[in-house]
């Protein structure tokens, strides 16, 4: 039933639209549920905002310096074979370093922000920061094993008096006598201390203050969801940090703390390449220091020994060149020394990604550029994997272009090599050939002049290590931080909760709540209540609108003569529609409705009366021979004979002495329905009721026809043959919209003569009017037969009592 009823609803919606101007003026009707609902929203906003937690952001520019953007030639061939992080990339990952979780961890562990203080509040607990006059502490470790812990400390006179600790469902108390105290407890160790001069006191000093302790991890996390870290645009490395927070305060320190802890990290990774240096110059130092004591004291000794003796001036000069050549063997031995620890260096497994001692004393460029640009890659590679993983398509890209750099590295290293080993023997032949210039020189000479040498060697080679460690201790003291803050952190104003995005809302809900109450309830009103359904559901013309009204009554007569009241000016009306519809010479009227009870009876005997009282010799005929109403509204008996019996037997019957009188004039004639015969149905299809109603149609002006529901039995449409005009009656809030689906069928297949709607049973209390609630398509129309066990209502009923059943 349900289904078909929607079925005619969309059946019906492709003709007649939505009426707005109705559901406007019924909405109107509920001005104060409406107005209610709005007020009672607008309240539950107020107090929903009293419980929410105001967040604001605060805001931070920073420079990433790109140290990497310029690229040197072999750099840039790399580059072109897309072994070279670009600029942009280089920008990427400092990005991401910057919202790293180990990153944001150490700023939560520097700055204790996994412990937090509020005020419990009645509506919410007010978060406090720096403001407790007791700090509470708890190591990083432990809050990390706990996960989640609440400290409530309760004062008196301003002093902490006790301290409890909640874990899990488990409570531990203690009494804190003096500060600092320390309350051990299964889950971990809490230390309580005053606050230092940086926090504000709050005063007076609240009876409780909570405190909250959080995993390390757990807060690292939440602030990480909270920042955002994004290039203010496509064209510069200026990086935008934004936090959310409830403090902004907190929200500045954090800011400042993490662009120091990441400045650090920078200098730290910077620092790795000459840290090693330092330590390689430092070796270096010490053995030279050695081996440069045992010379000084071999030459000492010798000079005890023995004399220096002097030589002529071409020995002088033969030996200052052999000298001169075997100072330069001695440097080309200390380059071909610090090649060969480089090559050494760079082959060792241990040392596969570990940066190469770079500035130690060698004299190639092309070898240390090689070196500096291969250091720079696995210094890259070490940031990478601080926030991600070695299976990392960025890691594994990278892994490759160290691999081609290493290879670079040796090559540089073999060429070199092979350099210093060719310039060695050139050297060797030199100092042969000065060496034969000086033979003659005695032995001593040669023993002293070789002792000196090697001291020189040795005391130049010292000088330019100690050399060599001074400018490393410069660079590592002049290192650069990555970033500089160019906006100090700002807060950017309260973002949640909106106050006038929620109070529209709640506004907007108050009024679509209660609008589409309304709107859903008239779809499941499936009965006609006002005129306007009528309207909507059919294009019949409505000849009147018959109201309740509270008139207590034995008598289903509301029309009197000579009266003015509504009633009687209700039904002048239908009686003058009536009259306008009926063309000259047409008298007969039936009366039919869909089902019972739907004032059918009621409103031909009234009718009936307002033609008489016109004037007008007016015979109603009861029709409904199954179940005679007329009988009741006229308060004639049963067996009273009627009309059934001239349909039975019209050759033997007078029909006009069948008429009685009625005693509320003498203009209207009643014709009961008489005994109630087994055949109704084959009575009225005799041609016995086209006699009568001519033999009634000469001597009465009109003839009123009270006939049976139509959607019940198919009496009334063998009936309607006879009639000029038919008027359906429907009861308001009775009669189911669905059910005009069978007038209407029943007008397209002209089955009714000229078919009118007659509107019974308003209410007026209820001012309904303009509403369209929806309708479906007809379904049963109850049962109809013999005896009370079948019955349908009169409708003709108008008492309080009649109005309330």
């Known amino acids: 039933m349900a289904e078909d009823l929607n079925n005619y609803l969309l059946e019906d919606e492709e003709t007649s639209g939505f009426d707005y101007k109705a559901f406007f003026f019924k909405l109107l009707m509920y001005w104060p549920w409406i107005v209610g609902c709005v007020l009672v929203a607008l309240i539950g906003a107020f107090f929903y905002l009293k419980t929410l937690t105001p967040l604001y952001t605060v805001s931070s520019s920073v420079l990433i310096k790109d140290d990497k953007g310029k690229t040197s030639g072999s750099e840039a ?92 469902g488990e409570e531990w108390k203690k009494d804190i006598d003096s ?117 000084e004291s071999q030459l000492a000794s010798f000079k005890q020994r023995a004399g220096v003796v002097d030589v002529t001036a071409d020995a002088t000069q033969a030996a200052g060149e052999q000298a001169s050549y075997e100072r330069a063997y001695a440097e080309n031995e200390v380059q071909i020394s610090l090649v060969e620890h480089l090559k050494n260096h760079i082959q060792s497994e241990a040392n596969q990604y570990e940066v190469i001692p770079a500035n130690i004393g060698l004299n190639n460029s092309d070898l240390n550029s090689v070196v500096q640009n291969y250091n720079e890659m696995l210094i890259e590679r070490k940031r990478l994997l601080r926030t991600s993983h070695e299976d990392n398509p960025a890691v594994q890209s990278l892994n490759a272009s160290i691999e081609v750099m290493r290879k670079s590295v040796m090559g540089a290293i073999q060429t070199a090599e092979k350099g210093l080993l060719i310039n060695r023997q050139a050297l060797e032949a030199q100092t042969r050939k000065f060496a034969g210039k000086v033979s003659d020189a005695p032995v001593q000479e040669k023993e002293y002049l070789s002792m000196s040498r090697q ?25 650069a931080n990555n970033a500089r803050v160019i906006d100090e952190p700002l807060a950017g104003g309260q973002i949640f909760p909106t106050p ?103 409103n031909a005997g009234n009718l009936a009366c307002s033609f008489a009282f016109m004037g007008k010799k007016v015979v109603i005929v009861g029709l409904d021979i199954r ?110 919209k669905s059910e005009f689906k069978l007038i209407n069928e029943l007008k397209q297949e002209n089955k009714l003569p000229h078919p009118c709607i007659l509107l019974n049973g308003i209410d007026m209390s209820k001012r309904t009017t303009g509403s369209y609630y929806g309708y479906g398509k007809y379904g049963k129309y109850g049962r109809y037969g013999y005896g009370k066990k079948y019955g349908y209502g009169y409708g003709y009923g108008y008492g309080k009592e009649n109005v309330k059943k």
């Open 77 to 168: 061939s790399l580059a072109d074979l897309g072994f070279v992080t670009s600029s942009t990339q280089n920008f990427d990952n400092e990005l991401e370093i910057l919202r790293s979780r180990t990153l944001l961890k150490k700023v939560v562990t520097n700055l204790n922000l996994y412990i937090s203080y509020n005020l419990p509040g009645q509506f919410r607990d007010e978060e406090i920061y720096k403001q407790s006059p007791i700090k509470v502490w708890v190591t990083p470790e432990e809050a990390e094993s706990m996960g989640y812990a609440k400290v409530e400390m309760h004062f008196q006179n301003g002093k902490l008096h006790t301290a409890t600790v909640l874990h899990k």
């Open 627 to 736: 179940k005679p109403g007329l009988n009741k509204v006229f308060h004639i008996s049963h067996r009273e004979a009627g009309i059934s019996q001239y349909l039975a037997d019209p050759e033997h019957t007078d029909l006009r002495s069948l008429c009685q009188v009625s005693p509320i004039s003498e203009n209207l004639y009643i014709l009961p329905g008489g005994t109630i015969p087994p055949n109704p149905t084959e009575l009225v299809a005799r041609k016995s009721l086209d006699m009568a109603i001519d033999i009634l149609k000469q001597h009465f002006d009109y003839v009123i026809l009270d006939t049976a529901p139509i959607g019940m039995v198919t009496d009334t449409q063998l009936v309607a043959r006879v009639a000029d005009l038919s008027v359906y009656v429907c009861r308001s809030n009775y009669t189911a």
């Open 500 to 602: 006038s995005q929620t109070y529209m809302m709640a506004l907007i809900l108050g009024l679509i709540l209660p609008v589409g109450v309304i709107f859903v309830w008239g779809l499941l009103q499936f009965k006609i209540q006002t005129r306007t359904d009528v309207e909507k559901i059919t294009n019949l013309p409505i000849v009147g609108d018959i109201p309740l009204t509270n008139e207590a009554s034995n008598s289903a007569i509301v029309v009197r003569e000579n009266r003015n009241e509504l009633m009687e000016e209700v039904f002048r009306a239908v009686r003058t529609n009536i009259q306008y519809m009926l063309s000259e010479g047409q008298k007969v009227i039936l009366f039919t409705s869909t089902t019972s009870g739907e004032g059918k009876s009621f």
């Open 179 to 295: 500060l600092p105290a320390v309350f051990s407890t299964p889950v971990g160790v809490f230390t309580f201390s005053a606050a230092d001069s940086t926090w504000k006191q709050l005063e007076p000093v609240p009876e409780v203050i909570q405190a909250t302790v959080l995993s390390p991890n757990a807060a690292a996390a939440s602030f990480r969801g909270r920042l955002s870290v994004a290039a203010s645009n496509k064209s510069t490395t200026i990086a935008q940090l934004t936090v959310t927070d409830s403090e902004v305060a907190r929200g500045t320190d954090f800011l400042n703390k993490l662009v120091d802890l990441y400045n650090e990290e920078g200098n730290n990774d910077k620092n790795e390449v000459a840290a090693k240096t330092a330590e390689f110059i430092n070796e270096r130092i010490h053995l030279i220091n050695q081996e440069l004591g045992t010379t």
């Open 455 to 479: 001291q020189e060697i040795q005391a130049n080679l010292y000088l330019m290590l100690l050399q060599k460690r001074e400018e490393n201790n410069i660079t590592l003291a002049s290192t």
